[in-house]
């Protein structure tokens, strides 16, 4: 009943910024929270950032701290992650996802996930 949808990768140099969007659609009434994780071939996913369902939260996984930005847009029903300065080790697939749990680091806290967008960072 929840649909999320990531856009915004690409392939960019070190130091550039991009915008990544996750469109949401038909979630549910409950109280909830957006995640962004990511995962590079060979590792496993890994936590970026998250918002509560009120935008009263956030929290940064140490990597990204000061350089990634999460951000909910209720009108637009999005939940947008602005990355700036990026790294080569950022590149990855980023994954947008929904969940329920105050666990919001834990990948198995979540949901609904999208069906990522690549980000591509050269050195």
């Known amino acids: 009943q929840v649909q999320l949808v990531e856009s915004g990768g690409g392939l960019v140099q070190a130091g550039d910024s991009l915008r990544l969007s996750c469109a949401i659609s038909?979630?549910?009434?409950?109280?909830?929270?957006m995640g962004w994780f990511r995962q590079a071939p060979g590792k496993e996913r890994e936590f970026v950032a998250t918002?509560?369902?009120?935008?009263?939260?956030?929290a940064y996984a140490d990597s990204v701290k000061g350089r990634f930005t999460i951000s909910g847009h209720n009108a637009k029903n999005t939940v947008d992650l602005q990355m700036n300065s990026l790294k080569p080790e950022d590149t990855a697939v980023y994954y947008c996802?929904?969940?329920?749990?105050?666990?919001?680091?834990?990948?198995?806290?979540?949901?609904?996930w999208g069906q990522g967008t690549q980000v591509t960072v050269s050195s």
């Open positions: 996802a929904q969940g329920g749990s105050s666990y919001y680091s834990l990948a198995s806290s979540y949901d609904y």
């Open positions: 038909g979630r549910t009434f409950r109280r909830y929270f």
């Open positions: 918002i509560s369902w009120n935008g009263d939260t956030t």
